[in-house]
């Protein structure tokens, strides 16, 4: 009797110890799946990085190319206003110089005269302007 339980016991501890060895093999391949599947998540995640840096860096050629037309076109609009300025300053000079003459030449009733700061105004120098536009003496620059 003794010796039948003994067996009983060292079959039951062997059944025991198979039953923690597979446990643990489970546990082990459920780990390296957990393993495998997180790996996998980190790669996709990079790859997804990787394509979100490519798309950005797509951008950011894109908006520095329209930066630099347009600083390209800015540096042109500034040089063409800058003539434009210079041509305002210059045919108002002359047209200073042109009311001079026909105000020294009595060519337009005192009713027509304008003060200096009339002349700013392009519409104002309409009047100042008739005797010389309708002049037979044109005067050439």
Do not use: P, W
């Not at 060519?107 to 392009?122: P, T």
Request: aromatic fraction near 4%; charge should be positive; proline fraction near 0%.
């Amino acid at each position: 009797m003794g010796s039948s339980s003994g067996k009983t016991m060292s079959s039951g501890g062997s059944d025991l110890q198979e039953e923690m060895d597979q446990r643990k093999r489970r546990r082990m391949m459920s780990n390296r799946e957990s393993a495998k599947r997180s790996r996998m998540r980190k790669q996709k995640h990079l790859n997804d990085l990787m394509t979100r840096l490519s798309q950005l860096r797509s951008e950011c050629d894109r908006v520095m190319t329209g930066v630099s037309i347009m600083t390209r076109d800015c540096v042109s609009l500034e040089a063409e206003n800058s003539v434009l300025r210079a041509q305002v300053t210059e045919l108002s000079y002359r047209l200073r110089s042109l009311i001079g003459i026909i105000a020294g030449s009595g060519c337009f009733e005192e009713r027509y005269r304008r003060s200096d700061d009339d002349l700013n105004d392009s519409s104002s120098c309409l009047y100042a302007c008739c005797c010389v536009l309708t002049s037979n003496e044109m005067i050439t620059y």
